[in-house]
């Protein structure tokens, strides 16, 4: 390339706002094909009665999804992050936490935005919606491949799955909190190498009142990833309070969550919803999907599908891999009643599923359909805090 155009392309590069947020210079190409969705049931309707905004992790296809209804109408947007994963929303203080679990891991704070710095140059910009706005990123070792995160008590944790342990968010990084009593080794905790698949947190008040998933209670020669890693029913529930197994029996479980004192989670091997009673995991519910990423918001259950990536074929023995459809389903709480379903026809693999109040926010800064980057939102989004003289 002759000096004069290396010089231009140089200067037209990282313009695009997505790809200065997430250092990545595709990300100003989202395909708009992997947005395109299917509503069927009274899933529109759900989200409308609740008054919320659903986010959505979908983690190979780089994106943080926002769906709300603004006007009688859907409206859903998105940000580029790389690999999201784990959501964890603080609603008192109005922020989001998004985890990334690409090498080095990241954790994304999104805060609530609902005006704009007073600029003569920024073409009479304003928002029409109060939007969800990347402000700051922490940035950790790639080795604790972080999965869910959650607020136990008021402190952000994380499952730190590489290193078979939950951890502390702290100011100055992370401490390890809990690990299950199976990786105290002689040699000490086992936090060399992912041997568990530690992925997911029922966050409580405390460590000792909350619960977290795992592919399995034992450490041997043959770890998650490999081909001949042993995933059918060997799944289980921690408590905190022992760091035991209190079920087993399951497959590659995935989203715990506490509700009303109990543990609901997804099987995800067999695609399925339900509650741990009695140390046996009940399904309430039968998806077409890995079953993966779960909320509640009263008594609706909003849980997410996806398909099976060749490679994990092996983890879902219980599936029918070519009738797995990557999606949002509400569902009566209880019942286990479908009471709507969103799909994406192109899309992939979901992690996380959460809600804000849709008076906090109703979008992410990107607008499905949008022709144009919004370079002026970017450019003078008002922080919250900043107070203008």
């Keep these: 390339m002759r000096r004069g155009?290396?010089?231009?392309?140089?200067?037209?590069?990282?313009?695009?706002?997505?790809?200065?947020?997430?250092?990545?210079?595709?990300?100003?190409?989202?395909?708009?094909?992997?947005?395109?969705?299917?509503?069927?049931?009274?899933?529109?309707?759900?989200v409308e009665d609740a008054g919320i905004t659903l986010l959505v992790t979908r983690e190979y296809e780089h994106l943080l999804i926002a769906m709300s209804v603004t006007g009688g109408k859907p409206l859903v947007s998105y940000l580029p992050l790389p690999h999201p994963s784990g959501i964890a929303v603080d609603r008192r203080r109005r922020l989001v936490h998004v985890a990334s679990t690409r090498?080095?891991?990241?954790?994304?704070?999104?805060?609530?935005?609902?005006?704009?710095?007073?600029?003569?140059?920024?073409?009479?910009?304003?928002?029409?919606?109060?939007?969800?706005?990347?402000?700051?990123?922490?940035?950790f070792p790639g080795s604790l491949y972080?999965?869910?995160?959650?607020?136990?008590?008021?402190?952000?944790?994380?499952?730190?799955?590489g290193h078979n342990s939950v951890?502390?968010?702290?100011?100055?990084?992370?401490?390890?909190?809990?690990?299950?009593?199976?990786?105290?080794?002689?040699?000490?905790?086992?936090?060399?190498?992912?041997?568990?698949?530690l992925n997911s947190i029922a966050a409580g008040a405390s460590l000792r009142t909350s619960y977290f998933s795992a592919s399995t209670d034992r450490i041997s020669?043959?770890?998650?990833?490999?081909?001949?890693?042993?995933?059918d029913g060997r799944g289980v529930v921690f408590s905190g309070a022992t760091r035991e197994p209190v079920a087993y029996g399951l497959t590659r479980p995935h989203s715990a969550r506490l509700r009303n004192g109990r543990v609901w989670l997804l099987n995800s091997g067999y695609g399925q919803y339900g509650r741990?009673?009695?140390?046996?995991?009940?399904?309430?519910?039968?998806?077409?999907?890995?079953?993966?990423?779960?909320?509640?918001h009263r008594d609706v259950a909003f849980v997410g599908t996806s398909r099976v990536l060749p490679r994990f074929r092996r983890y879902a023995p219980?599936?029918?891999?070519?009738?797995?459809?990557?999606?949002?389903?509400?569902?009566?709480?209880?019942?286990?009643?479908?009471?709507?379903?969103?799909?994406?026809?192109?899309?992939?693999?979901?992690?996380?599923?959460?809600?804000?109040?849709?008076?906090?926010?109703?979008?992410?800064?990107?607008?499905?359909?949008?022709?144009?980057?919004?370079?002026?939102?970017?450019?003078?989004?008002?922080?919250?805090?900043?107070?203008?003289?």
């Excluded at 969705?37 to 899933?43: N, Q, V």
């Excluded at 804000?356 to 919250?384: C, E, Q, T, V, W």
Aim: proline share 8%.
């Design 5 to 46: 155009a290396a010089e231009t392309a140089a200067d037209r590069a990282w313009r695009h706002p997505g790809q200065v947020v997430g250092c990545w210079d595709g990300a100003g190409d989202a395909d708009p094909a992997a947005l395109r969705f299917r509503a069927g049931g009274s899933f529109w309707e759900c």
């Design 103 to 139: 090498n080095p891991n990241q954790i994304w704070d999104l805060a609530a935005v609902d005006d704009v710095l007073p600029r003569k140059d920024a073409g009479g910009m304003r928002l029409h919606v109060p939007t969800l706005m990347p402000v700051r990123t922490r940035v």
């Design 146 to 161: 972080i999965h869910d995160l959650a607020f136990v008590g008021d402190r952000l944790h994380a499952n730190a799955v």
């Design 167 to 197: 951890i502390r968010i702290t100011d100055e990084g992370f401490e390890y909190a809990w690990w299950p009593r199976c990786v105290e080794t002689a040699a000490g905790i086992a936090v060399q190498q992912n041997h568990l698949q």
């Design 221 to 231: 020669r043959r770890r998650p990833g490999h081909v001949n890693f042993p995933v």
């Design 276 to 296: 741990v009673d009695d140390g046996a995991f009940h399904a309430v519910a039968l998806l077409p999907g890995w079953t993966r990423g779960l909320c509640f």
């Design 318 to 389: 219980g599936l029918r891999v070519e009738q797995a459809v990557c999606g949002i389903h509400a569902i009566d709480a209880r019942s286990g009643r479908v009471m709507g379903s969103l799909t994406w026809p192109r899309g992939n693999q979901i992690f996380a599923v959460d809600w804000i109040p849709a008076r906090m926010a109703r979008a992410l800064p990107f607008l499905m359909g949008a022709s144009k980057p919004p370079l002026s939102l970017f450019y003078a989004f008002r922080p919250p805090g900043v107070r203008v003289p």
